[in-house]
């Protein structure tokens, strides 16, 4: 496939709710899933590309986003901003007409900080990756990945972290491979790099 890398553009948030759509079943299709398709997407990668398209990158194919990387150096900040201004509210529309499952989605959206500082003092950036199956297996992941922690070591920041989807192994074998350790926690499969 003949794409290119770029960083995300406002334009881009349409597709980054679709792409995190289309993979938000642990990689697979969760498309019905919740009773509103663009919940994922306001909660795990549009409002990165919002607060700072700085830290946001897209593979595009000419026709759009296939593919995309969210990340904050501060996850701790970011934190602050998503429960403070970001999600209040989304989060007042999502539960007008929620089923069970997006209710425990947005309950869990409470409990961010909580996770997040469990890595934040050690590992505070942290990153969401997504890409539609046809990148996969091109190399699309490791070059959005390389390309985030070279810029988050230009900037000294000393460590990343991220949280996979236990039942995603396909995803902590690519990580693994990638260099992240296994982290102890309770929230899914977290991995962390040291970039020091």
């Given amino acids: 496939m003949n794409a290119t890398l770029r960083r995300s553009e406002s334009r881009d948030a349409d597709a980054l709710t679709r792409i995190c759509l289309l993979t938000g079943s642990s990689g697979s299709d969760a ?5 509103d398709d663009r919940v994922l997407g306001d909660i795990y990668a549009v409002p990165y590309a919002v607060r700072d ?9 000419g026709s ?3 593919g ?4 904050t150096p501060d996850t701790t900040a970011f934190e602050k901003w998503f429960i403070e201004s970001w999600w209040p509210e989304r989060d007042a529309v999502y ?11 947005i309950d869990g959206v409470q409990r961010r900080r909580d996770e997040a500082a469990l890595f934040a003092e050690t590992y505070p950036a942290h990153l969401h ?8 297996g091109g190399g699309w992941g490791r070059t959005l990945i390389e390309t985030l922690v070279e810029q ?9 972290h991220l949280v996979a989807s236990l039942d995603n192994e396909n ?24 970039l020091g």
């Fill in 31 to 35: 498309t019905g899933r919740y009773s």
């Fill in 53 to 61: 398209p700085h830290w946001a990158w897209v593979v595009d194919n």
């Fill in 64 to 66: 759009g986003a296939r």
């Fill in 68 to 71: 995309y990387l969210v990340a």
């Fill in 95 to 105: 539960r007008a007409n929620a089923n069970a499952e997006t209710l425990s989605l």
């Fill in 129 to 136: 990756i997504n890409l539609l199956d046809d990148l996969r």
């Fill in 152 to 160: 988050l070591r230009a900037e000294g920041v000393p460590g990343l």
């Fill in 171 to 194: 995803a902590q074998r690519f990580y693994e491979k990638l260099g992240f350790e296994r982290l102890e926690s309770a929230a899914g499969a977290s991995y962390g790099m040291l």
